[in-house]
């Protein structure tokens, strides 16, 4: 079946740690964002990847980095550069223009 | 602009029907779509409809554009309990088809 992944489902960090969060679609799929998702507020575009090996800041790049070494993957690594990083983080991909954006079921990252 | 916004709260009997409203700002919106998130979970794409049309019925789901008013309603008949989530509407833009605008998304509450 085809679908987009991410892992794990829970994550723990304690302050001044990276933290990498993984993303994977087997839907051929050119496109893969990732969104930052608060209480009671929309989703909020941290990066997103058009193509392998290039990837755009979204409206809040600030202390994450991305990689897109292959069409599949699109890890988000949340460094202790970001200063409010407990939040759920949800990744999509979409075929191209005008087409319909997939999620995962998302990562909850809290930090400890 | 690319705002997207929509009230935060709705709710409703079981049975009776719901209308979840959206506004935007881009007059250049291509495609506009209507996300269900329940509770820890992804979003699920539930219909989108194509911005020359009006409307768009889907069983249980009607969706209403009024593209010179720039707003977007979901009209769901017969809501039930499993139906309680929040609702998302996005827009999709002609110049920059990369991105995704979400609204804050409305929670609708059922009750029995």
């Known amino acids: 079946d085809g679908g987009i992944t991410q892992s794990p489902k829970y994550l723990f960090r304690k302050e001044g740690q990276n933290v990498t969060l993984s993303c994977e679609q087997n839907?051929?799929?050119?496109?893969m964002y990732w969104y930052r998702q608060d209480p009671g507020q929309g989703l909020r575009l941290i990066y997103y990847?058009?193509?392998?090996?290039?990837?755009q800041k979204g409206d809040i790049a600030e202390g994450y980095s991305v990689s897109r070494e292959k069409k599949e993957s699109f890890p988000l690594t949340v460094t202790s550069a970001q200063k409010n990083p407990t939040a759920f983080y949800l990744c999509?991909?979409?075929?191209?223009?005008?087409?319909?954006?997939?999620f995962g079921q998302g990562t909850r990252l809290t930090v400890v | 602009g690319e705002d997207v916004e929509q009230s935060l709260f709705l709710s409703v009997r079981e049975g009776d029907s719901s209308v979840i409203n959206c506004t935007y700002t881009d007059s250049s919106s291509t495609y506009l779509y209507w996300y269900k998130q329940e509770p820890g979970a992804g979003l699920q794409l539930l219909t989108y409809i194509f911005s020359n049309m009006d409307m768009k019925q889907d069983q249980r789901l009607t969706v209403l554009l009024n593209k010179k008013d720039k707003h977007l309603s979901l009209r769901i008949a017969d809501t039930q309990t499993g139906d309680s989530a929040i609702y998302f509407c996005?827009?999709?833009?002609?110049?920059?088809?990369?991105?995704?605008?979400f609204g804050s998304g409305t929670k609708l509450n059922v009750k029995p």
């Open positions: 839907l051929n799929h050119d496109a």
């Open positions: 990847s058009q193509i392998v090996n290039d990837f």
């Open positions: 999509a991909s979409r075929m191209g223009q005008n087409t319909e954006a997939f």
């Open positions: 996005a827009e999709s833009i002609a110049y920059n088809f990369n991105k995704f605008y």
